[in-house]
């Protein structure tokens, strides 16, 4: 009976080291996943780096147009601002021009002549006594005064001129001013969406290791929870029947499937982005191909799919993607490529004598740097087709005029 005690005792402590290590290795992982969780949310990932593309480039798209408004606006500012600054200029020189006179008419009618400039006659005392009767000169009997009411009425005519224009000038100079001020906040807005988008151009192109990284160690971590057994309790457990182990065996392989099928598609996705560069397709920044074929590209910041591409870049693209997968199966070890391409007409498709060169010089490095594989390229003579393939080993069958090829 004492053995039996002792035996139990000992199965009880050990049970509970059992449950104290699961419950220890729970909670490290819970812990383990918030934080996975939690960088995950503030990684972005394509999707949301390629909503920020869109949004910044449909902003850019309405500052160009607010900015040529406002050039169109500032031509007429400008326009009217010279009017306004040339009739300020003339209200105030017309001013000084009338308060000038009257300083000059009030010093002429302070002197008493007396004799006459003309002929040098005497003026005697009855014409002065005249000129303060009558306002007429006593040289040459004009009126030489003025009224006083007329005098100010014009000074104060004159000043409202003045006033009006003065404020005129000066409010076209204030929205002028206001004017060039919402220019320069658009310039350097326009200035730190072109920042942003070559960002955002560069974190497309880097790819996004981090965040598939990170989506990959949180699987990892809730199949070790979901598979994390707890301590027996005493119960007797029912073993798990053969469908339910193959349904487990068919969920783990397809996880597995997909993870493998996703991280190839990514490396191609690379691939045909710098292949598409090297045959001439110099401003592509991003290249995503999926499992289903299809294939969207990022040219000159525009998002577009294969089918919106000219023939010449459809052509490119076509070959990039099929260098791109054997150099990325290549490299992993993976898929059954016969090793063998077609290329009909190349030059039929739009393609620049440049951009052909660069594409059989695409070409012959894939040949070179892949042993098996073989590539043939039907076309019209060309001197460029020529000078790339090369005339050893009888790489080129020729037909001219009416002769056969075969």
Not at 76 to 96: H, P, W
Not at 182 to 192: C, I, K, P, T, V
Request: charged share 30%.
């Amino acid at each position: 009976m004492k053995v039996a005690e002792r035996e139990q005792t000992k199965q009880s402590a050990h049970l509970a080291e059992e449950r104290q290590r699961y419950q220890a290795r729970l909670e490290q992982l819970d812990a383990e996943l918030t934080e996975k969780r939690k960088q995950l949310q503030n990684t972005p990932s394509d999707k949301e780096i390629r909503k920020q593309h869109r949004e910044a480039t449909a902003r850019k798209a309405q500052i160009a147009n607010q900015l040529r408004q406002l050039e169109a606006q500032e031509v007429i500012l400008v326009k009217a601002l010279d009017e306004a600054t040339y009739a300020y200029n003339s209200d105030r020189r017309e001013l000084l021009r009338f308060q000038e006179g009257e300083e000059a008419h009030a010093v002429f009618r302070a002197l008493e002549p007396e004799m006459c400039p003309r002929c040098e006659g005497h003026i005697g005392e009855d014409r002065r006594q005249r000129e303060k009767e009558t306002h007429g000169c006593s040289v040459c009997g004009e009126q030489i005064h003025m009224k006083a009411d007329d005098s100010e009425a014009l000074r104060q005519l004159l000043k409202e001129r003045v006033d009006a224009s003065r404020k005129t000038h000066e409010q076209s100079e204030s929205a002028l001013q206001k004017l060039k001020k919402h220019q320069a906040e658009l310039e350097a807005e326009e200035s730190a969406i072109d920042q942003k988008c070559d960002q955002l151009g560069q974190s497309l192109a880097g790819g996004f290791d981090k965040y598939y990284d990170l989506q990959a160690e949180i699987r990892i971590l809730e199949k070790e929870r979901v598979s994390l057994t707890p301590p027996l309790t005493g119960s007797v457990q029912t073993p798990p029947s053969d469908l339910e182990i193959l349904k487990a065996v068919v969920k783990e392989t397809e996880s597995q499937v997909e993870d493998l099928k996703n991280e190839l598609l990514h490396e191609a996705s690379q691939e045909i982005v710098r292949l598409a560069q090297e045959f001439g397709i110099t401003a592509i920044t991003s290249a995503t191909l999926r499992g289903n074929a299809s294939l969207e590209v990022i040219i000159n910041g525009t998002r577009d799919t294969y089918s919106k591409l000219t023939g010449g870049e459809q052509l490119r693209l076509k070959v990039a993607t099929v260098l791109a997968m054997l150099n990325v199966a290549e490299k992993k070890g993976v898929g059954r490529h016969p090793g063998l391409l077609f290329i009909d007409s190349p030059q039929n498709h739009q393609v620049v004598d440049e951009d052909f060169r660069n594409l059989l010089s695409g070409l012959r490095s894939a040949v070179e740097t892949l042993s098996h594989l073989q590539v043939f390229v039907a076309s019209t003579s060309s001197e460029i087709l020529r000078q790339w393939v090369g005339q050893e080993h009888n790489r080129i069958r020729h037909a001219v005029g009416e002769e056969y090829l075969w």
